[in-house]
């Protein structure tokens, strides 16, 4: 089965510090991962999307990495700012599967003043 | 980049009616369509894949009589929940693929359905 897990669950951190997600899968066969940014009642925005021959992508503050032999991935927030407040979703895409995406349960970050 | 927009942005309606919501891709043709519905702190739930000119695929136990889709054209598709009760109050996201390369999915900006 399918599965894409993430940690931690929720992550509080002062403004202007570093912080990073994790995510685990096990969706085979891999195509793609993707990192998401779910502000409140919106719904995900794209970040970054790798695929197996990319083990690292930046989008300004955020970096991705992707370990395709340990499935796993991180996303690396630098500098982080109030508006960084929000779920990251992880999101596994299978090789030949049109439709299905496996997502993970997300890791709410707070960033506080 | 590409942007799907999803209309209402929330709605509040009495339990027994339906309630329709539009997904439109704004720049770009959609073969594909997807519906998915989120609960608080949950994650994102597939409901349905809805191809353009074609019935949509519907996900195990998800009712297709009850969430009615519709994908009329490449940059339409649209959600009826019919007979509203109170739980199906959730936030509604689709979700539009851009075909080729790595499939990726855009979604929209999501849907809060409010059923008294």
Redesign the interface.
Known sequence: KNQVEQSPQSLIILEGKNCTLQCNYTVSPFSNLRWYKQDTGRGPVSLTIMTFSENTKSNGRYTATLDADTKQSSLHITASQLSDSASYICVVSARGSARQLTFGSGTQLTVLP | ?AV?S?HPSWVICKSGTSVKIECRSLDFQAT?M?WYRQFP????M?MA?SNEGSKA?YEQGVEKDKFLINHASLTLSTLTVTSAHPEDSS?Y?C?A?VAGG?????????T?LTVL
């Open positions: 980049g799907v999803q594909t997807f702190k949950q994650s994102l597939l894949t695929t936030f996201i979700s693929r790595l499939n990726e999915q855009f979604f929209g900006p999501g809060r």
